[in-house]
């Protein structure tokens, strides 16, 4: 993760003039008979539509707005895909995570083990409950994308249902290992403002026993499933999975790219929310005057709610940033991203800022809280 430093980051956002949306969906869908037909982005001029955002300052504990439905909250600007359904939008049926077309891990990757204790160090990580078999998917998803800015994403409402993004998250905070990570930038002790935990080894040939600097862990069984079905309905690849969970409203992440070098160009992340709504702000890097435009370019800012996935790709950690900022009395959320590194020191980088060096949090289930406990590995060695 590229990033200004953690919790420091406060820039004014970009008010309310422009725009990348030609098309705005308010949170009641319109009857389909009613409903505007897809604008095609045709390039230049998009960005100049209105849209109708909030105001925001970065880090200003502004309370949550996902629940006022009279806001327009997601931004749909239509470019024509194979798996979009435009004219449908209340259709609800769903695919599973069975008979997926290939098994994952592939069976020719020597290095994605199935978990075991060791992968799993330095805590096993049992199955998941069989109401989680199978996975319930929403597979139709609303393009955004505007090739003057460089914006390109992909948004599964609701991509899996809410009873199993509710099991899947009550599973992942009791079985799963956390971290507060600390470390050092230029001099300065940062404190990660959320719980993270990641599991995977990038693509290379290094056996997992090579890695002098962590011990990368095998994703778990239920993850690698997820994994699969969002492999296939984004037609990438991924090899990590990065877990973070905000316990808080006053947890949170600064903006940042995930442009690293170690994923190379223009990578494909996909981004899963599970329990509390959380706003998600997506800042282009030269937004007070867009090289192209000469223009200011607007904040983007997107309420991510229960079970929904978004899809960054194309340029979009190259020309934009994004973050997740505090918000007054928001609660628990979980954000599960899937990425593909490919070499050695996206390993030892995602190791390193999301175990770090101990101390381990484990989840209280009666006091439904993280509790630091005793571990003999925190995951990264010295
Ligand atoms: O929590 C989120 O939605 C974003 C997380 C993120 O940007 C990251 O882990 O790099
Ligand atoms: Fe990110």
């Not at 997740?324 to 991203?337: D, L, Q, W, Y």
């Amino acid at each position: 993760m590229k990033r200004s430093l953690e919790s420091t980051s406060s820039p004014r956002s970009s008010k309310r003039q422009a725009s990348l949306a030609s098309f705005l969906k308010p949170k009641t869908a319109p009857s389909p008979a009613k409903a505007k037909p897809p604008i095609i982005a045709n390039g230049e001029g998009n960005e100049d539509r209105p849209i109708i955002l909030d105001d925001d300052d970065e880090g200003d504990l502004k309370p949550l707005t996902p629940f006022d439905k009279s806001k327009a909250k997601v931004i749909d600007l239509f470019l024509p895909s194979n798996n979009t359904n435009l004219n449908n939008p209340k259709q609800t049926e769903r695919e599973t995570d069975e008979n997926l077309p290939t098994p994952w891990p592939p069976t020719n990757h020597p290095y994605h083990p199935p978990p075991t204790p060791t992968y799993n160090h330095p805590i096993l990580i049992p199955p998941p409950p069989t109401s989680l078999h199978p996975l319930h998917f929403n597979v139709n998803p609303k393009i955004i994308h505007n090739p003057t800015t460089d914006l390109d994403l992909i948004y599964y409402k609701s991509f899996i249902d809410k009873s199993s993004s509710k099991e899947l998250m009550n599973y992942l905070l009791e079985n799963l290992p956390w971290y507060r990570v600390k470390y050092t930038v230029r001099g300065m002790n940062i404190n990660t403002p959320r719980y993270t935990t990641v599991f995977g080894k990038d693509s290379t040939e290094i056996p997992w026993s090579g890695y002098m600097k962590c011990r990368p862990r095998a994703v778990p069984e239920v993850m690698q499933r997820l994994m699969r079905k969002v492999e296939q309905v984004t037609s990438s690849q991924f090899n990590f999975c990065l877990i973070n969970y905000y316990s808080s409203g006053l947890d949170s992440i600064s903006y940042h790219s995930d442009s690293e070098s170690f994923l190379g160009p223009n990578p494909t992340i996909a981004s899963l929310t599970l329990g509390y709504p959380r706003d998600f702000h997506l800042r282009h890097v030269n937004y007070k005057n867009h090289p192209r435009t000469g223009k200011e370019v607007p904040v983007e800012k997107f309420t991510l709610e229960d079970g929904d996935m978004v899809i960054m790709k194309g340029k979009t950690q190259h020309e934009w940033e994004h973050s997740v900022p505090k918000r007054k009395s928001a609660k628990g959320r979980i954000n599960i991203t899937f990425r593909k590194g490919i070499v050695r020191y996206a390993t030892e980088n995602y190791y390193n800022y999301n175990v770090g060096k101990g101390p381990l949090y484990r989840w209280d289930s009666e006091e439904k809280e993280m509790r630091e406990v005793e571990c003999s590995d925190g995951g990264v060695k010295s």
